[in-house]
């Protein structure tokens, strides 16, 4: 980097950009790049946050999280080779409730198991993750749905009910 001279930082910040500027921005860019890199997946979730804002559903609530109990957690696999770990998560909006269960699967796949309690029970269910097509199904008539084997990261729900019935409604993003 060349040197920069006390006479040379009185000019004036509205000149043109000149060589000197130049070779202090790239340090400053390069020491920044150091100690606070960008994480390799910032663009892609950032297409996916900015892709669920514009499906124009109603967002869910949290209201409820549950991690495994200590006697279901397991630090062996069993001879399956199927974990036993499972978590479950429920959301409200309105009059609409959805609780889904994660299950490990193999090859490092969830299971994820959902109930809708709403009162009209036919509603379309798509699964959304970063850089990949959405999944979709159907809740049963009592208002079950199933993804039996997605792959771990960030994902969203967003349940379809007709629009007499309150239209699309969307979880938080989550981690699988």
Known sequence: ?????????????????DDADRAVLTHLSEVAGRLDPMPDDLVERSL????????????????????PLAGVRSATVPADGVPTEARTISFTHGDLTLMIQLSAERAGRIRVDGWIAVPTPS??????????????????????????????????????????????????????
């Open 1 to 17: 980097m060349p040197e920069v001279r006390d006479d040379e930082l009185t000019l004036s910040p509205a000149e043109p950009l």
């Open 48 to 67: 996916f946050a900015a892709t669920l804002a514009g499906l124009e559903a109603e967002m869910m609530q949290a209201v409820h999280v549950s991690e």
């Open 123 to 176: 509603c379309t269910v798509e699964l959304h993750r970063p850089g990949v097509a959405p999944e979709t199904t159907e809740a049963d008539e009592d208002g079950r749905f199933s993804f039996p084997a997605v792959a771990s990261g960030a994902a969203s729900l967003i349940v379809r009910r007709p629009q007499a019935d309150g239209g699309a409604v969307s979880t938080p993003v989550i981690e699988l």
